[in-house]
């Protein structure tokens, strides 16, 4: 049977967790919060990307720039998978 003893200790209990929950809670909004406002200053003080910016004179918004750069770094990851190839089968450059 239930006392009012164990029935005040269920109270308080189920009170404690309601109490600890909420501040969890609230600490957890609060640490997204500020994570938002770090993410958002980054953001503002970061420069723009170079390869987002247009190539002056060429009218096409940096188009041909960021192709031109993808194709240099598709050359050298193929270069370097070569070289790894070669090492991988003994032969000395």
Same mark, same amino acid.
Request: charged share 25%; with cysteine; glycine share 8%.
């Given at each position: 049977?239930?006392t009012s003893?164990?029935f @005040?200790?269920?109270?308080?209990?189920? @009170?404690?967790l309601?109490?600890v929950?909420?501040?969890? @809670?609230?600490?957890?909004?609060?640490?997204?919060e500020?994570?938002?406002?770090?993410l958002?200053l980054?953001r503002?003080?970061?420069p723009?990307q170079?390869s987002s @910016?247009?190539v002056?004179?060429?009218?096409? &918004? &940096?188009?041909?720039?960021?192709?031109?750069a993808?194709?240099?770094?598709l050359?050298d990851l193929k270069?370097?998978?070569?070289?790894?190839e070669?090492?991988?089968n003994g032969v000395?450059?």
């Amino acid at each position: 049977m239930l006392t009012s003893t164990d029935f @005040l200790i269920a109270v308080c209990a189920l @009170l404690a967790l309601a109490v600890v929950s909420a501040t969890i @809670l609230v600490g957890w909004r609060n640490w997204l919060e500020f994570k938002h406002r770090e993410l958002d200053l980054r953001r503002a003080a970061a420069p723009p990307q170079p390869s987002s @910016l247009p190539v002056p004179g060429t009218g096409d &918004g &940096g188009r041909f720039a960021r192709e031109g750069a993808a194709r240099i770094e598709l050359a050298d990851l193929k270069e370097r998978v070569r070289r790894l190839e070669a090492i991988a089968n003994g032969v000395d450059l």
